[in-house]
């Protein structure tokens, strides 16, 4: 038995041939993809972003309830050591620098190999003192891990010389020493098209287009304050490299062919999440609710057991953590009684007559049951649940969002550890049903007000009549429906009692009742956090202006006084420091303050006193005004 997995991240489902994405994008490999696999219509993330999912591609099971961004722990099972310790060689490629940070750094030691590739989004590769000195950009966040990128660049001036490339190469040369062997698993991991979309000019030209403004192919984490033609070139820099992505695939495809492995090679393309690309006036992930764009993920699978099913969609509801199932029932490697995921295989064949109730595309005809609800989210942030047509995004209860507590025994996170006075005050919590026995420090974890889900309130759609979430619902017998589903889905994953409290929830679903409905609660903010936020170019611009560096703006007396006059107060709180590197516009569209109305007061204010030298020229627009930093 043989398998090989091509994980991408960031890969918008929305974009690619075979779910409908524009015609404008090149990405004839995907469409070939689909032709011999089944593309799952019905597929969700699970834990986010990135870590997370792949603690999930390993475990089989959600992690998001329990703690945030970390390694595998201690009591996780993972696939990839199964399969090695069950006598199938895993081997993983991969430039994704996560892995080898201190969040992910229990990874990579599960499979028998690895090789790993440098220089993606400010990976501490290359050593420069001097700084680097990019062109105008407009990313407002510049800090150390915008600087490593600039530098990195300069070494990957080549398609052979980037790290996606290399990572592809490694794995088409796995094939080629082993395709004649049994019993392996390839994974090809590429951090590609995760920001920043840096690709070569010869993508770039495959979406030719006017545009003469600053650099931008790496987005803040904030709502749209870009004009429209700045969003649309982000969105074809986006494009360019996810062609990069489709030629990649390509070379795998045509190796499988050439290796003769399509008659006995199991294959699966698959992503961790999407990436807003301007859709509901977001940029990004993580900072918002985790709507469709990000969280309905593409999922291609070739099962040479099925080759009748070349070519074909299917509706059933599935996940991330079906993966793992997946590959062990595959290889003949049982689960473990703490996988949560099921083979794919015994989701059944699905029904996709298109039902417009209930379950919805998750119903199946086949011999395995439906799944009859998803669910999705990350540590602190809404608990989420679908059942394939209607999605309910639950928010804490109150506006503290707490209590919040995170459960591990690897206390490491992204790129640093926890600190001393984060530990402080730990204590040892009861064993979860998947912890085999083991007790877990429990560490406080704080709630920043403006990143937690009650400045967006809990929130539900019908994808069936509003398939891109435009227009939220309320529907007080379909959210009690959810609501019961969702406390299922807690119990299920053995929630902690912290996040019951945190979101209002009972214990059980039959105590669920009128009193724990919260949508038509939080409507009023609901509905102003989707307000679209303030644009570079509804504003007059001088020399200085709400795009300005703030240290810059900060550092003219006359600017600093006419911020605390029209402001008053926005210098003495933390939201100056929130925002690293950041500017006016980004910081009101961030937090919402400054207001439309103050911004426009200062944005005038600012052009009498700095007024730009080019006196003539009245509707100065963000590709020739002067670049935040």
Not at 401 to 413: A, D, G, S, V
């Given at each position: 038995?043989?398998?090989?997995m091509?994980?991408?991240?960031?890969?918008?489902?929305?974009?690619?041939?075979?779910?409908?994405?524009?015609?404008?994008?090149?990405?004839?490999?995907?469409?070939?993809?689909?032709?011999?696999?089944?593309t799952?219509?019905?597929?969700?993330?699970?834990?986010?972003?990135?870590?997370?999912?792949?603690?999930?591609?390993?475990?089989?099971?959600?992690?998001?309830?329990?703690?945030?961004?970390?390694?595998?722990?201690?009591?996780?099972?993972?696939?990839?050591?199964?399969?090695?310790?069950?006598?199938?060689?895993?081997?993983l490629?991969?430039?994704?620098?996560?892995?080898?940070?201190?969040?992910?750094?229990?990874?990579?030691?599960?499979?028998?190999?690895?090789e790993?590739?440098?220089?993606?989004?400010?990976?501490?590769?290359?050593?420069?003192?001097?700084?680097?000195?990019?062109?105008?950009?407009?990313?407002?966040?510049?800090g150390?891990?915008?600087?490593?990128?600039?530098?990195?660049?300069?070494?990957l001036?080549?398609?052979?010389?980037?790290p996606?490339?290399?990572?592809?190469?490694?794995?088409?040369?796995?094939?080629?020493?082993?395709?004649?062997?049994?019993?392996?698993?390839?994974?090809?991991?590429?951090?590609?098209?995760?920001?920043?979309?840096?690709?070569?000019?010869?993508?770039?030209e495959?979406?030719?287009?006017?545009?003469?403004?600053?650099?931008?192919?790496?987005?803040?984490?904030?709502?749209?304050?870009?004009?429209?033609?700045?969003?649309?070139?982000?969105?074809?820099?986006?494009a360019?490299?996810?062609?990069?992505?489709?030629?990649?695939?390509?070379?795998?495809?045509?190796?499988?062919?050439?290796?003769?492995?399509?008659?006995d090679?199991?294959?699966?393309?698959?992503?961790?999440?999407?990436?807003?690309?301007?859709?509901?006036?977001?940029?990004?992930?993580?900072?918002?609710?985790?709507?469709?764009?990000?969280?309905?993920?593409?999922?291609?699978?070739?099962?040479?057991?099925?080759?009748?099913?070349?070519?074909?969609?299917?509706?059933?509801?599935?996940?991330?953590?079906?993966?793992?199932?997946?590959?062990?029932?595959?290889?003949?490697?049982?689960?473990?009684?703490?996988?949560q995921?099921?083979?794919?295989?015994?989701?059944?064949?699905?029904?996709?007559?298109?039902?417009?109730?209930?379950?919805?595309?998750?119903?199946?005809?086949?011999?395995?049951a439906?799944?009859?609800?998803?669910?999705?989210?990350?540590?602190?942030?809404?608990?989420?649940?679908?059942?394939?047509?209607?999605?309910?995004?639950?928010?804490?209860?109150?506006?503290?969002?707490?209590?919040?507590?995170?459960?591990?025994?690897?206390?490491?996170?992204?790129?640093?550890?926890?600190?001393?006075?984060?530990?402080?005050d730990?204590?040892?919590?009861?064993?979860?049903?998947?912890?085999?026995?083991?007790?877990?420090?429990?560490?406080?974890?704080?709630?920043?007000a403006?990143?937690?889900?009650?400045?967006?309130?809990?929130?539900?759609?019908?994808?069936?009549?509003?398939?891109?979430q435009?227009?939220?619902?309320?529907?007080?017998?379909?959210?009690?429906?959810?609501?019961?589903?969702?406390?299922?889905?807690?119990?299920?994953?053995?929630?902690?009692?912290?996040?019951?409290?945190?979101?209002?929830?009972?214990?059980?679903?039959?105590?669920?009742?009128?009193?724990?409905?919260?949508?038509?609660?939080q409507?009023?903010?609901?509905?102003?956090?989707?307000?679209?936020?303030?644009?570079?170019?509804?504003?007059?611009?001088?020399?200085?202006?709400?795009?300005?560096?703030?240290?810059?703006?900060?550092?003219?007396?006359?600017?600093?006084?006419?911020?605390?006059?029209?402001?008053?107060?926005?210098?003495?709180?933390?939201?100056l420091?929130?925002?690293?590197?950041?500017?006016?516009?980004?910081?009101?569209?961030?937090?919402?303050?400054?207001?439309?109305?103050?911004?426009?007061?200062?944005?005038?204010?600012?052009?009498?006193?700095?007024?730009?030298?080019?006196?003539?020229?009245?509707?100065?627009?963000?590709?020739?005004?002067?670049?935040?930093?």
């Amino acid at each position: 038995m043989k398998a090989v997995m091509v994980m991408f991240d960031s890969l918008n489902r929305h974009m690619l041939p075979p779910y409908g994405g524009p015609e404008w994008v090149h990405a004839p490999n995907f469409a070939r993809l689909a032709a011999r696999t089944v593309t799952y219509d019905t597929c969700y993330a699970g834990s986010m972003p990135c870590m997370p999912a792949r603690r999930e591609l390993h475990t089989g099971r959600h992690n998001f309830l329990h703690r945030g961004w970390g390694p595998l722990e201690p009591f996780d099972d993972s696939m990839p050591e199964l399969l090695k310790q069950h006598g199938v060689h895993t081997h993983l490629v991969s430039d994704h620098q996560h892995y080898w940070e201190d969040g992910g750094a229990t990874y990579h030691g599960r499979y028998s190999t690895w090789e790993f590739f440098r220089g993606q989004e400010g990976d501490a590769w290359k050593g420069h003192v001097a700084d680097p000195r990019p062109p105008e950009d407009l990313r407002a966040g510049r800090g150390e891990l915008w600087r490593q990128d600039w530098i990195n660049r300069q070494y990957l001036d080549t398609e052979a010389k980037q790290p996606q490339t290399l990572t592809f190469d490694a794995g088409l040369e796995f094939l080629r020493v082993n395709h004649a062997e049994d019993d392996w698993f390839l994974q090809i991991e590429t951090f590609d098209p995760h920001e920043p979309f840096f690709t070569q000019a010869h993508y770039k030209e495959l979406y030719a287009h006017d545009y003469d403004g600053p650099h931008f192919d790496w987005p803040d984490y904030n709502r749209v304050t870009e004009t429209p033609g700045q969003v649309e070139h982000a969105r074809y820099e986006y494009a360019a490299l996810l062609s990069m992505c489709d030629h990649s695939l390509g070379r795998v495809l045509d190796a499988m062919d050439s290796h003769g492995l399509g008659d006995d090679t199991l294959l699966i393309v698959c992503t961790d999440h999407g990436f807003l690309l301007g859709e509901k006036g977001w940029w990004a992930k993580v900072v918002q609710p985790w709507y469709e764009e990000l969280v309905h993920t593409p999922l291609f699978v070739h099962d040479p057991r099925r080759p009748d099913r070349a070519g074909t969609h299917d509706a059933a509801l599935v996940q991330t953590i079906d993966l793992a199932p997946t590959l062990l029932e595959y290889f003949g490697v049982d689960r473990t009684p703490d996988m949560q995921g099921r083979p794919l295989r015994e989701t059944g064949e699905a029904d996709t007559t298109g039902a417009t109730d209930g379950p919805g595309p998750g119903a199946t005809t086949g011999a395995g049951a439906a799944r009859t609800s998803a669910l999705f989210g990350m540590f602190g942030g809404h608990v989420n649940i679908t059942d394939g047509r209607h999605v309910y995004m639950r928010a804490c209860h109150d506006d503290t969002n707490l209590p919040l507590n995170e459960h591990t025994l690897m206390p490491t996170r992204i790129r640093g550890r926890f600190t001393p006075r984060e530990l402080a005050d730990i204590s040892l919590a009861e064993p979860f049903s998947f912890t085999k026995g083991v007790r877990t420090v429990r560490v406080p974890a704080p709630a920043p007000a403006l990143l937690g889900p009650q400045r967006f309130g809990t929130l539900l759609f019908d994808l069936a009549t509003d398939p891109r979430q435009e227009r939220p619902i309320v529907d007080n017998a379909v959210e009690l429906r959810m609501i019961r589903l969702l406390v299922e889905q807690l119990r299920a994953n053995d929630a902690p009692h912290d996040q019951y409290e945190r979101l209002g929830l009972p214990h059980d679903p039959d105590f669920v009742d009128q009193g724990h409905l919260l949508v038509a609660a939080q409507r009023e903010r609901a509905d102003a956090a989707r307000e679209p936020a303030a644009r570079a170019d509804e504003f007059p611009e001088g020399a200085l202006n709400l795009r300005t560096p703030l240290a810059r703006l900060l550092a003219e007396p006359a600017a600093a006084d006419a911020v605390r006059r029209i402001v008053p107060g926005l210098l003495d709180t933390e939201l100056l420091t929130l925002r690293g590197g950041g500017t006016l516009l980004h910081i009101a569209a961030f937090t919402g303050r400054p207001g439309r109305a103050q911004l426009t007061e200062l944005a005038r204010e600012l052009a009498r006193l700095f007024p730009a030298p080019d006196t003539d020229s009245t509707d100065s627009t963000a590709e020739d005004a002067e670049v935040p930093a």
